[in-house]
């Protein structure tokens, strides 16, 4: 268990729709990634927060939007859905920002199939 | 930093033989490189990293090598076991941002 929780585990919707994926870090964890994994991809890197601030932008979608709160939990919400969005969305988390001896920790992913 | 190349995609041994996974990055500010096995529907795990200050890790039987001149760095399992069949990852990180950039994965089938 890395101590990072994300629910729901699975969500099956139709196109069109909105969801929410929910991420709790780990205690003492201030930055939050999150990043989708569809089978022709790989890990994509979305978006991180850190410290209920957004920290870096990768390859998200404007349908797509996160926020950090201020108990550091984090949303990431996906709009206007569409069979592709079809994936596995992680959320991780790392006590600070930058890498150089911070260790990033994976939740066990949120299962979306977009119908 | 988004340029993670990785290779081979899939590799098969034979349980006991060695398995070696390569990657190449561009960002030359990168200084951080994890490597990530998941297994089947599961989450990344870390299994090792290696930072640019050092030139080699091991931890028992694996072991990471870095040449930050070539911008490679590379995954050696020794005496594989069936139980390391799985998808690693390498990634790549800077020193001003916490994301990793992930490569593409690697399926690694050990035979027993």
């Known amino acids: 268990d890395s101590g990072v929780t994300q629910t729901p585990k699975h969500l099956i919707t139709a196109t069109g729709q909105r969801v929410t994926l929910r991420c709790s870090p780990r205690s003492g964890d201030l930055s939050v990634y999150w990043y989708q994994q569809s089978l022709d991809q790989g890990l994509q890197f979305l978006i991180q927060?850190?410290?209920?601030?957004?920290?870096a932008k990768g390859n998200i979608l404007e349908r797509f939007s996160a926020q950090q709160f201020p108990d550091l939990h984090s949303e990431l919400n996906l709009s206007s859905l569409e069979l592709g969005d079809s994936a596995l969305y992680f959320c991780?988390?790392?006590?600070?920002?930058?890498?150089?001896?911070?260790?990033?920790?994976f939740g066990e992913g949120s299962w979306l199939t977009v119908v | 930093g988004e340029n993670v190349e990785q290779h081979p995609s899939t590799l098969s041994v034979q349980e006991g033989d060695s398995a070696v996974i390569k990657c190449t990055y561009s960002?030359?500010?990168?200084?951080?490189f994890p490597w990530y096995k998941q297994e089947l529907g599961k989450r990344p795990q870390l299994i090792i990293d290696i930072r640019s200050n050092v030139g080699e890790k091991k931890d028992q039987r694996i072991a990471v090598t870095l040449n930050k001149t070539a911008k490679h760095f590379s995954l050696h399992i020794t005496e594989t076991q069936p139980e390391d069949s799985a998808v690693y990852f390498c990634?790549?990180?800077?020193?001003?941002?916490?994301?990793?950039?992930f490569g593409r994965g690697t399926q690694l089938t050990v035979w027993p």
């Open positions: 927060y850190y410290n209920g601030e957004e920290r």
């Open positions: 991780a988390s790392s006590v600070v920002a930058g890498t150089s001896g911070n260790t990033i920790y």
């Open positions: 990634a790549e990180g800077g020193s001003t941002l916490g994301r990793l950039y």
């Open positions: 960002d030359s500010a990168s200084n951080y």
